[in-house]
């Protein structure tokens, strides 16, 4: 399974774009890319996921590179409540991961 | 609201007792996976149920179980519990039997407490 690289934490002002970067420089051919937000405790939220392509849904976008070595989830207009801990995941079936540390947005007035 | 369900949402317990979870995953949906998340840890998968049949296994300790029943609800059982088996427990559940192309959906979880 390819290993993924968060930062630990991020900041972003209220209304402007957040970009969330995650490198998996190891990821193999049928690997997916899976992003999930958990807010406090509460269960995991599905934002989005891709494979080779580009990816856009009415929470967010996922810009993958040409050599799939890393990838940014982009919230496009961050509000207070996508203040969250956020995980990015590289595998062919993603229920099997162990989530990892992920990155902690927060998303400041 | 993202349809699966899982009880009860809190449970206290005594050190060395058994407890069973509870997960009813969205309509449809035939795999169902447990996680288990300690105090500032990441989520740690557990074990997962495809249709009524174990599909694969993460860091499951002995001492857990689970089973996915005919109407493909699903029940983790813990047993001689220990204070660190005091944890939040997610259920989620997708349609197939890989997360691969499709999206999982989680519980709110059941918050364990063992005293």
């Known amino acids: 399974d390819a290993k993924t690289t968060q930062p630990t934490s991020m900041d972003c002002a209220e209304g402007r774009a957040a970009n969330l970067p995650c490198n998996h420089s190891?990821?193999?051919?049928?690997?997916?890319v899976y992003w999930y937000r958990q807010i406090h405790s509460q269960g995991p939220q599905y934002i989005i996921h891709g494979l080779k392509n580009n990816e856009t849904n009415e929470m967010a976008s996922l810009i993958i590179t040409e050599d799939r070595k890393s990838s940014t989830l982009i919230l496009p207009h961050a509000t207070l409540r996508d203040t969250a801990v956020y995980y990015c995941i590289v595998r062919v079936n993603a229920g099997k991961s162990t989530f990892g540390d992920g990155t902690t947005l927060t998303v400041k007035p | 609201d993202s349809g699966v369900t899982q009880t009860p949402k809190h449970l206290i317990t005594a050190t060395g007792q058994r407890v069973t979870l509870r997960c009813s995953p969205r309509s449809g949906d035939l795999s169902v996976y447990w996680y288990q998340q300690s105090l500032d840890q990441g989520l740690q998968f557990l074990i997962q149920?495809?249709?009524?049949?174990?599909?694969a296994k993460g860091n499951i300790l002995e001492r857990f179980s689970a089973q996915q029943f005919p109407d493909l609800h699903s029940e983790l059982n813990l047993s001689s519990l220990e204070l660190g088996d005091s944890a939040l427990y997610f259920c989620a559940s997708s349609v197939s039997d890989r997360w691969g192309n499709t999206e999982a959906f989680f519980g709110q979880g059941t918050r364990l407490t063992v005293v």
């Open positions: 190891t990821i193999s051919g049928n690997e997916y």
């Open positions: 149920y495809y249709n009524g049949e174990e599909r």
